[in-house]
């Protein structure tokens, strides 16, 4: 009988196994070449093979015991969104904003409470650090706001 | 004669003004960042290496390394005070310099602390300086057929060494090096598992890699358990003067033994590939335990518990730099990203190295030296400050580290889509470590796998294509040989009881 911790070591090492033929298939396409002269699918071709044996071996090999803390899928969502979020924002409407979002989404993926005002003090505070640091002395071409913000403020007010 | 003529270029070079800052610089990051529990030194050098880029390559890696030595000092002194381990090898000290606080002793502890992680790193440093150029001048022999039998030598060892499973770490050997693969095969000109996205062609960002596996994974599995250890502690540390600090004359004469032992044990388990500092801490305190006389004391106090393992760890993480420098394999994953910003600088890793830039190697070695004495000197005064800092609450901490991964990672190019396979990185870091595979060997392999590959060419285009050249050139059998004999150590102990069942019937 497989216990349900198991099963996801038994999944993953499935996952390894077709990974390898993945490889397998994609150096044969990319052209394995000869041996005095080996092509760019030669490598992925080798690395497939011994990937999809090495995954066999993890099938059948015991696992060993691990702690049954549940997985934090709610943090991962959470910082992966929060991640996302600075991305999407950063060229676009600038990167106070982005950081804000970062923050924001970072502070509600962990699970100890945040005051509403260290938030905000956090926020501030990484914006000057983030403008002084990366825009004022590194130069990287992040703007604070983007000026389509501003004149989409001045225009609506 | 040889060596004073370098040792005074290494002095000019790393007395210069900006050696100087920077090696301040990253040695005070480094204390930081080593005492907070969450970030270590990995994740801090991947943010601090595209801050480099406009700077001199030898000034960079002097301020990249310290910030690796310098988190050693600061992880030990969050052990001592406060039972929170800042970085991984540094959990150790915890074991007694924990209970040395209890006992009011924390000063003693943190100037044992300081004074063996001093040792232990500037003898590991005589040992860089002698053995780097020796094996590099070795290398220098090799040819692509010998350099890639040591590249694979290399990764096994780093498998079969590090803890848990042999075959996971081998299988995380081999996605670094299909990572490696990504992008544009100089070669044939055909783009390799880029996947059409036109972000993938110059291949995956190191700093995407490291932040994501190490960084964001780590941060997302602490803050499932976000509570901070220990801090009640906090309070008996304001005051640690310095009468306190100086050791008895009997707790003096028993220092010795254990720094010079730990510092043995850390310089050599240092060189090797695969185990770092953490596991020259361990050893060097398990051999500790062993031969002392009052083992029963360990674990309540023993100053020896507190220096032969702060020696080791030192030690070890400057002896790691020996392999790095001299045939341009990192013993470690600090180590494949020191090589990386090394290659972002435009320098070649490998066995000439030493001889092609001179005013580099010698420097940087050099500024080991300064940098565990301002370590050294600086240890102390920050004390009050760092248990400010290591008190900050995780809901404060996460965040600010999150926005400089997202930064780091768009640093690097200025490029948007860094940090998305940043992310990706983290999700799929979080996969392994739920299901506790060591990512550790993936960046070795990321870093080595461009190497091996063109070194695998030219061997076959010199060979014409005969395999059997790797088993004519006795350095390159001797080389393979070690490999295939630590792939199947792992495997004697099934073995032998599988055949003395067959046996027994």
């Known amino acids: 009988m497989i216990r349900n911790r198991d099963r996801s070591d038994v999944l993953f090492a499935l996952v390894i196994v077709s990974f390898g033929f993945f490889l397998i298939y994609s150096g044969i396409e990319l052209s394995v070449g000869k041996m005095s002269r080996i092509g760019p699918g030669f490598l992925p071709l080798c690395l497939g093979v011994v990937i999809s044996v090495l995954g066999t071996g993890i099938l059948f090999e015991r696992q060993e015991g691990r702690e049954d803390a549940p997985p934090n899928l709610r943090g991962l969502g959470l910082v992966s969104l929060a991640i996302a979020a600075f991305a999407a924002l950063v060229e676009t409407v600038g990167l106070f904003s982005a950081t804000a979002a970062l923050v924001l989404l970072t502070a509600l993926a962990n699970h100890e409470r945040i005051r509403p005002l260290t938030l905000l003090g956090t926020i501030a505070g990484l914006c000057v650090v983030g403008y002084l640091l990366f825009v004022v002395a590194l130069q990287l071409p992040f703007r604070p706001i983007s000026p389509e913000l501003i004149s989409w403020f001045t225009g609506a007010a | ?505």
């Open chain 2, 1 to 505: 004669m040889e060596l004073l003529a370098n040792l005074s270029l290494g002095i000019e070079t790393a007395f210069s003004f900006d050696a100087l800052i920077y090696c301040f610089v990253g040695v005070f990051i480094g204390t930081f960042v080593g005492a907070l529990p969450g970030i270590g030194p990995m994740v801090t050098i991947s943010v601090a290496l595209p801050l480099t880029f406009g700077l001199d390559p030898t000034v960079a890696l002097i301020m990249l390394a310290g910030i690796f030595y310098g988190a050693q000092y600061g992880g030990s002194i969050s052990s001592i005070l406060l039972n929170l381990p800042g970085t991984a090898s540094t959990a150790v000290t915890a074991l007694d310099g924990y209970p040395m606080t209890k006992n009011g002793r924390a000063g003693l502890a943190l100037f044992i602390n300081a004074v063996a992680s001093f040792c232990g790193g500037s003898l590991a440093v005589l040992l860089v300086m002698g053995f780097a150029p020796a094996i590099a001048d070795i290398a220098l022999g090799f040819n692509s057929t010998e350099y890639f039998s040591v590249m694979l030598l290399g990764l096994v060892a780093a498998c079969t060494m590090s803890n848990g499973s042999t075959l996971k770490a081998l299988v995380m050997v081999a996605f670094g090096l299909v990572l490696g693969i990504v992008g544009l095969d100089l070669n044939s000109g055909v783009p390799r598992f880029t996947f059409g996205f036109l972000g993938l062609t110059e291949g995956v960002s190191l700093i995407s890699v490291a932040m994501g596996l190490f960084g964001i994974a780590e941060i997302v599995t602490k803050m499932a358990n976000a509570r901070h250890g220990d801090v009640d502690s906090s309070h008996m540390i304001r005051h640690v003067s310095f009468r306190d600090m100086l050791p008895r004359r009997d707790e003096m004469r028993r220092l010795w033994g254990p720094i010079l032992r730990g510092t043995g044990i850390g310089s050599m388990i240092g060189s090797l590939p695969g185990s770092g500092p953490t596991v020259a801490a361990f050893m060097a305190y398990a051999i500790e335990k062993k031969a002392s006389r009052t083992p029963e004391k360990f674990g309540t106090g023993a100053v020896e518990g507190v220096a032969a393992p702060e020696a080791a760890n030192n030690a070890s993480v400057q002896a790691a730099f020996i392999p790095t420098l001299s045939l341009g394999i990192p013993g470690d994953v600090v180590m494949a990203i020191l090589l990386g910003a090394m290659i972002m600088h435009g320098i070649i890793p490998g066995p000439q190295l030493i001889s092609s830039q001179p005013a580099m190697f010698w420097g940087l070695v050099v500024s080991f030296w300064i940098g565990n004495l301002m370590l050294l000197v600086l240890n102390l005064p920050l004390i009050g400050l760092l248990v400010k800092i290591i008190t900050v609450p995780s809901r404060i901490l996460y965040p600010v580290v999150i926005f400089f991964i997202c930064i780091g990672s768009y640093s690097v190019a200025n490029n948007v889509f860094d940090v998305m396979v940043t992310l990706v990185f983290g999700i799929i870091g979080y996969v392994f470590m739920r299901l506790r595979y060591n990512a550790a060997p993936v960046l070795l392999g990321f870093i080595l796998g461009p190497m091996m590959e063109e070194n695998l060419r030219r061997t076959l285009v010199i060979s014409r294509g005969d395999l059997g050249v790797f088993l004519d050139r006795p350095v390159s059998v001797a080389l393979l040989l070690l490999s295939v004999v630590l792939i199947l150590m792992p495997l004697r102990k099934p073995l032998t009881a599988y055949l003395k069942r067959r046996f027994a019937r």
